[in-house]
């Protein structure tokens, strides 16, 4: 945890120096002064340190690498789609993937593509490619690390399932590693928390193109009758409670809180699920308010205990990093393939030992499988 008081300003000022020249060496933006409300679809939540947005998988791999060697706290964010971050103050680094777009290629059925690129977008690719398998995804705003990141699904497909290889930065390099190593959950993978994805390669099924994009079209018209649209929402808040005959929508507007306020955020009318923000001054704690709300009504009338599918991002709360994730992930490290070397060798000192957990700069995070307080979403 960052020190109190001058102390904390001193290591922040160390460390904002070595963020500086960290980019400058790689040649990658890092910007101050940028908001969650600004970078969320929620359109809330508080002030970022530094926003990085590397353009290729090697810059990002290398960046990262940097970053935990100085000791330095990051997080990954796509799009923002699934990702509700309080209004505090947030002393890390956010590491956009929103530049690392690459250019989808083609070989026979597979599919290679970067993190970055938007899934919508994907699925048109690869619909005019007359390629089968993610249609039912098309409506999924973000990215495509964060569709890999949470098994992204909606109408009988998961990109898990289609997923061949996942490019992962390892001490920074990029990597491959087998879809088949990587527990693909319901809204939930086995990846760990400081794990970055970089990339994937796609198998998918040729099929009629005509055929392919009737059943986009259905999925669209399916989420375009049940869900808002042109609101600011993360999609489904809860995950629906294992075993229950009742969705949790169906349980929220049941207890008539379709609609309820508190204030910028509400219950939406359209699907009790989904909580959405509005106004200028809506607050990530309206939402927080209103969600827990939620969850202490559906404790006392149902006896469960709904837990968060939109990923809560602390302020205050650790942010694990990749080499603590990498110590815990020996398992994957027999099938990983190298694909490409470290790309910005001139670094000098990139072979120094990481760094240890008990960093002073690292702040929390609650998106850990592993971590207490486990939010990493289901849909
Ligand atoms: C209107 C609406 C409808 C939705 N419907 C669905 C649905 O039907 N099915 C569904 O599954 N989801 C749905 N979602 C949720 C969301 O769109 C998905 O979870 C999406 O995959 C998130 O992608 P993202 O790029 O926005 O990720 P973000 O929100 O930016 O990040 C989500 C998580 O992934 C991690 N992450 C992102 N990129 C990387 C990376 N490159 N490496 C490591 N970690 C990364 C982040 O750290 C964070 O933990 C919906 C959301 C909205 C707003």
Same mark, same amino acid.
């Given at each position: 945890?960052?020190?109190?008081?001058?102390?904390?300003?001193?290591?922040?000022?160390?460390?904002?120096?070595?963020?500086?020249?960290?980019?400058?060496?790689?040649?990658?933006?890092?910007?101050?002064?940028?908001?969650?409300?600004?970078?969320?679809?929620?359109?809330?939540?508080?002030?970022?340190?530094?926003?990085?947005?590397?353009?290729?998988?090697?810059?990002?791999?290398?960046?990262?690498?940097?970053?935990? $060697?100085?000791?330095?706290?990051?997080?990954?964010?796509?799009?923002?789609?699934?990702?509700?971050?309080?209004?505090?103050? !947030?002393? &890390?680094?956010?590491?956009?993937?929103?530049?690392?777009?690459?250019?989808?290629?083609?070989?026979?059925?597979?599919?290679?593509?970067?993190?970055?690129?938007?899934?919508?977008?994907?699925?048109?690719?690869?619909?005019?490619?007359?390629?089968?398998?993610?249609?039912?995804?098309?409506?999924?705003?973000?990215?495509?690390?964060?569709?890999?990141?949470?098994?992204?699904?909606? &109408?009988? !497909?998961?990109?898990?399932?289609?997923?061949?290889?996942?490019?992962?930065?390892?001490?920074?390099?990029?990597?491959?590693?087998?879809?088949?190593?990587?527990?693909?959950?319901?809204?939930?993978?086995?990846?760990?928390?400081?794990?970055?994805?970089?990339?994937?390669?796609?198998?998918?099924?040729?099929?009629?193109?005509?055929?392919?994009?009737?059943?986009?079209?259905?999925?669209?018209?399916?989420?375009?009758?049940?869900?808002?649209?042109?609101?600011?929402?993360?999609?489904?808040?809860?995950?629906?409670?294992?075993?229950?005959?009742?969705?949790?929508?169906?349980?929220?507007?049941?207890?008539?809180? $379709?609609?309820?306020?508190?204030?910028?955020?509400?219950?939406?009318?359209?699907?009790?699920?989904?909580?959405?923000?509005?106004?200028?001054?809506?607050?990530?704690?309206?939402?927080?308010?209103?969600?827990?709300?939620?969850?202490?009504?559906?404790?006392?009338? !149902?006896?469960?205990?709904?837990?968060?599918?939109?990923?809560?991002?602390?302020?205050?709360?650790?942010?694990? $990093?990749?080499?603590?994730?990498?110590?815990?992930?020996?398992?994957?490290?027999?099938?990983?393939?190298?694909?490409?070397?470290?790309?910005?060798?001139?670094?000098?000192?990139?072979?120094?030992?990481?760094?240890?957990?008990?960093?002073?700069?690292?702040?929390?995070?609650?998106?850990?499988?592993?971590?207490?307080?486990?939010? $990493?979403?289901?849909?």
């Amino acid at each position: 945890m960052a020190t109190e008081g001058v102390d904390k300003s001193l290591n922040l000022e160390k460390r904002d120096a070595l963020i500086e020249s960290i980019a400058k060496r790689l040649g990658v933006s890092a910007e101050r002064g940028k908001r969650f409300a600004e970078l969320t679809s929620l359109r809330v939540g508080g002030a970022i340190d530094w926003v990085i947005q590397p353009h290729t998988e090697e810059q990002a791999a290398a960046v990262i690498y940097e970053l935990d $060697k100085a000791d330095i706290a990051w997080r990954a964010l796509g799009s923002g789609s699934n990702v509700l971050a309080d209004d505090e103050e !947030h002393h &890390y680094v956010v590491l956009s993937t929103q530049d690392l777009k690459g250019t989808v290629s083609f070989e026979g059925a597979l599919v290679n593509v970067s993190a970055g690129y938007s899934l919508p977008r994907l699925c048109i690719d690869v619909w005019r490619e007359g390629l089968s398998g993610i249609e039912g995804l098309g409506g999924i705003p973000g990215t495509v690390g964060g569709a890999l990141w949470m098994n992204a699904g909606a &109408y009988e !497909h998961e990109i898990g399932t289609v997923t061949e290889t996942v490019r992962v930065a390892r001490e920074g390099r990029v990597v491959n590693i087998p879809g088949s190593s990587v527990k693909w959950d319901y809204r939930h993978t086995s990846f760990r928390d400081g794990e970055l994805l970089l990339g994937a390669r796609l198998r998918l099924k040729p099929d009629d193109p005509v055929k392919i994009k009737e059943r986009m079209d259905e999925a669209k018209a399916r989420r375009m009758a049940t869900q808002p649209h042109g609101s600011r929402s993360a999609g489904c808040f809860f995950k629906n409670p294992p075993g229950s005959k009742l969705g949790t929508g169906k349980m929220i507007d049941n207890m008539g809180m $379709k609609g309820t306020r508190r204030g910028g955020a509400l219950v939406s009318p359209i699907h009790a699920n989904f909580i959405v923000t509005e106004g200028e001054n809506a607050r990530a704690e309206d939402a927080l308010r209103l969600a827990e709300e939620i969850r202490e009504r559906v404790r006392n009338e !149902h006896g469960i205990e709904l837990e968060y599918e939109v990923e809560l991002w602390r302020a205050d709360s650790r942010v694990v $990093k990749s080499s603590e994730s990498l110590e815990s992930e020996e398992s994957l490290e027999s099938s990983e393939s190298v694909e490409s070397s470290r790309g910005f060798e001139e670094l000098g000192g990139l072979g120094e030992a990481r760094n240890s957990q008990d960093s002073p700069n690292s702040p929390n995070s609650l998106n850990s499988q592993n971590s207490p307080n486990s939010l $990493k979403g289901e849909k």
